[in-house]
């Protein structure tokens, strides 16, 4: 999917908050916002604006609900609730039990900051899967199983190439050239057997 030009109003809207939901799944017929119109506004301070029902955002807030496996239901549900939901930008969704990434999230071909953190991922392949998003800069992965191997943002890094931050903390010049100059499948191949041992 191609990417497109997001309309700054929408960048500096309020997020869609859809935290603290108790969340177990995005099917649409699981969300209170469908049934009530309500969505909250506390964490941000009121909620974007509405045209048609659709909300003109490009960001997103599912943090602290109870998300397990991958992330099937996202493209529908972002399409009922975004007025253009190829805007998305910054998709948060840290503090869940999410174990794996579905290929669904590079349908959001603008998506630039990604959330990750305090979650189940545990494979650095799973990771590697969004380094296929070309527009992605910031992730967090922190207190996810892949953030305790020796070397992990090193891996990190060599895995998605084009962020500028990981974790809130900004990527130097110099961790950059001290990156390995391998290919990413031999690099996956050969951190995921030095696991092993």
């Known amino acids: ?14 997020p869609l908050d859809l935290s603290f939901e108790d969340l177990e799944s995005l099917a649409p017929s699981s969300l209170r916002v469908f049934s009530t119109g309500f969505v909250s506004s506390y964490r941000m301070l009121g909620v974007p604006a509405k045209r048609d029902g659709r909300y003109k955002t490009a960001s997103m807030l599912l943090s602290h609900n109870r998300l397990t496996g991958g992330l099937d239901d996202i493209r529908l549900l972002v399409d009922k609730l975004f007025w253009q939901p190829n805007a998305l930008c910054w998709l948060d969704l840290s503090h869940n039990q999410l174990t794996d990434l579905s290929d669904v999230l590079l349908g959001f071909p603008n998506l630039s900051t990604l959330y990750l953190h305090h979650n189940r991922l545990a494979s650095l392949c799973v990771v590697a899967r969004i380094n296929r998003l070309p527009r992605l800069r910031s992730v967090t992965l922190q207190n996810n199983p892949v953030a305790e191997y020796h070397g992990y943002r090193t891996a990190v ?24 100059p ?9 951190y995921l057997m030095r696991q092993k041992s």
């Open 1 to 14: 999917m191609k990417s497109m030009k997001v309309p700054f109003s929408y960048k500096r809207a309020k």
């Open 157 to 180: 890094l060599s895995v998605l190439k084009r962020i500028t931050r990981l974790d809130f903390v900004s990527v130097t010049d110099s961790e950059r050239r001290l990156l390995p």
């Open 182 to 190: 391998i290919a990413l499948e031999s690099f996956i191949k050969n």
